[in-house]
């Protein structure tokens, strides 16, 4: 069946622009997570939505950050105000159980900010 | 979250059959025990998750003790393509929310 998909793939913004990016999760997934990773970090979690509960924001990294899920399926993260240190692969991922390792990672977007 | 230690990074040869231990001596009842694989440049892939004794998968096996305090990711017959990264992690059974944190991983290098 399908996967996880995001788009865009490659994002090549100026600083201090807005920038959306968006994920499909499979379908019946009911849990979705936001991450990045830099050239060469490690996976930093940003946020979690799970079916109908308030999304778990922890690991939004600033205020410019927010993301939305409508409809329980398509996500988008928003990145205002992009900064340079935005660079980085923005992941998603969906899983079909609550608060489970089992996840399924899409191919990434990734977001180049000069 | 338990802490996880496995090995920095091993080398195999096309063919062998290859087998990463983790170490989570911390463990928690409710703890699942999953392994991620990834390639430079792509994100994590899923590829098995235990809890205890055996589970196998047309990818890997994945060994679990009655302990629990370790485990074994087997992967048989390795080709060039499993070159990757292995990751390890614990958790996932309770509340925390399923948020994945990688440590260190063990780079697999596969060799002709």
């Known amino acids: 069946g399908a996967g996880v998909s995001q788009s865009p793939s490659n994002k090549v913004t100026e600083k201090g622009k807005d920038v959306e990016l968006r994920c499909d999760p499979i379908?019946?997934?009911?849990?979705l997570y936001w991450y990045r990773q830099s050239l060469g970090q490690g996976l930093e979690f940003l946020i979690y939505?799970?079916?109908?509960?308030?999304?778990?924001k922890s690991g939004l990294p600033s205020d410019r950050f927010s993301a939305e899920r409508t409809g329980g399926s398509v996500s988008t993260l928003t990145i205002q105000r992009t900064q340079q240190e935005d660079s980085a692969v923005y992941l998603c991922a969906s899983s079909g159980r609550v608060s489970s390792y089992e996840q399924y990672f899409g191919p990434g977007t990734r977001l180049t900010v000069t | 979250l338990a802490k996880t230690t496995q090995p920095i990074s091993m080398d195999s040869y096309e063919g062998q059959e290859v087998n990463i231990t983790c170490s989570h001596n911390n463990i928690a009842t409710n703890d699942y025990i999953t392994w991620y694989q990834q390639f430079p440049s792509q994100g994590p892939r899923f590829i098995i998750q235990g809890y205890k004794t055996k589970v196998t998968n047309e990818v890997a096996s994945l060994f679990i003790p009655a302990d629990r305090k370790s485990s074994t990711l087997s992967l048989p017959r390795v080709s060039l393509s499993d070159t990757a990264v292995y990751y390890c992690l614990v958790g996932g059974g309770g509340n925390q929310g399923g948020k994945l944190i990688f440590g260190q991983g063990t780079e697999l290098s596969v060799k002709p």
């Open positions: 379908s019946g997934h009911t849990a």
């Open positions: 939505f799970q079916g109908n509960s308030a999304p778990d």
